[in-house]
């Protein structure tokens, strides 16, 4: 499981952002997650209950919002839904797409103090 | 922190709906940076360095097992005398797989990565201080074997080859679809299993790859029979055409 390494990276960048803005602590974290980042949300909220501790986030809590994935398709030029496992166009069918969203892994917001 | 990756940090205060506002003396900021930005500024500079150096990276991935090993040396051994090929490789604890390609006449660096279930860019990088890179040609790293975690961490790379190997059965690109989505080519390794495995059809597979939206041939191959050899190795000769190598007859 690769989520731990993943919250360590999140970490690092909390410790610059409360340094860079002068404040103490964080308490509040909004990520973004899709489904085709590789990182699963779950055990990304498991492991960062285990990396927060004794940094500036060890009171955060955090919230993960699920990117929906989207594409766009080659051959008819439609955009539409689609699933991890199956990218095909869903007005034609075609395989041939273009994720347009879906494999985001961002931090999107802070709250500090 | 940086403008190549877009990121944007503001200190200005933003209120965002639909969770509680801040309290007095809390401030909430707008980020919007990607996570894993760091490894991937990493991958790049080591991107930079093979590139500076003319070597061909290819980051070999699969569950552990599948032959990423015996791929390895079956390559060297195909192209011995022609091109310099070094490999750096990751194992939980083993120094095996680098004391196995050396007995090949390579230079093989191994990292033991402890716990860690996949390689980084910065790991990378590390390998590569041991590393004099102007004289290769091809610089193969074997990534740990897993088919989830080293799908998430650029490494540099120029292209990801992934080996499946025909015990695994022929959904795993569905099981896995980060890791397959990402491949550049797939290796349907131990064809010589295959008439003791009727459950798997090599172009189920195929078709479960392009589900995934992506392109990549999937390619039956055995360093059991030599299937697929042929084709594996006009690949690497392809790629290092396209960066003017042409390798000593
Ligand atoms: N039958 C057969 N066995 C293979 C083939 N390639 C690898 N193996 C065997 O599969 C096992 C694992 O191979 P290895 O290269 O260590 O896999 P890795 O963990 O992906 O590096 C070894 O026992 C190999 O001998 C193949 O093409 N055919
Ligand atoms: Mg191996
Ligand atoms: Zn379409
Ligand atoms: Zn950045």
């Known amino acids: ?113 | 922190m940086c403008d190549s990756c877009g990121c944007v940090l503001t200190s200005e205060p933003v209120s965002i709906d639909g969770h509680h506002g801040a309290a007095p003396g809390q401030r909430e900021l707008s980020i919007l940076h990607g996570i894993l930005a760091d490894n991937n500024h990493a991958a790049q500079h080591n991107r930079e360095h093979f590139n500076l150096h003319n070597v061909l990276a290819i980051n070999l991935m699969s569950a552990p097992g599948s032959g990423k090993t015996a791929l390895l040396e079956a390559t060297i051994d195909a192209f011995a005398g022609q091109y310099n090929i070094t490999v750096v490789v990751g194992d939980l604890a083993t120094e095996n797989d680098a004391n196995r390609l050396r007995r090949h006449g390579v230079q093989a660096v191994q990292i033991n990565t402890g716990n860690t279930c996949h390689l980084d860019a910065a790991v990378v990088h590390h390998a590569l201080h041991d590393i004099a890179l102007e004289p290769i040609d091809i610089l193969f790293i074997e990534n740990v074997g897993n088919l989830v975690c080293p799908a998430a961490y650029d490494l540099g790379q120029h292209f990801n080859v992934v080996l499946l190997s025909v015990v695994e059965g022929d959904d795993k690109p569905a099981k896995y679809p980060v890791m397959f989505r990402s491949a550049d080519l797939v290796l349907l390794t131990k064809s010589d299993l295959l008439p003791h495995l009727p459950g798997f059809d090599p172009s189920a597979a195929e078709e479960n790859v392009r589900r995934l939206a992506n392109a990549a041939p999937t390619v039956l191959l055995s360093v059991v029979t030599g299937e697929g050899m042929t084709h594996w190795c006009a690949q690497l000769t392809t790629w290092l055409a396209a960066r003017g190598k042409k390798g000593t007859p």
Request: proline content about 3%; aromatic content about 2%; some cysteine.
């Open chain 1, 1 to 113: 499981m690769h989520e731990l390494s993943v919250c360590q990276a999140l970490i690092e960048q909390l410790i610059t952002i409360v340094a860079e803005n002068q404040a103490r602590s964080v308490h509040h974290i909004k990520v973004c997650n899709g489904p085709l980042s590789g990182v699963d949300s779950h055990f990304l909220k498991q492991a960062f209950t285990v990396a927060r501790l004794g940094t500036v986030a060890e009171h955060a809590e955090l919230s993960i919002d699920r990117e929906p994935i989207q594409v766009r398709c080659s051959v008819c030029g439609q955009e539409g839904g689609a699933t991890a496992n199956s990218l095909v166009c869903p007005h034609c069918g075609d395989w041939r797409t273009e994720v347009l969203s879906g494999d985001a892994l961002l931090l999107v917001s802070v709250e500090l103090s």
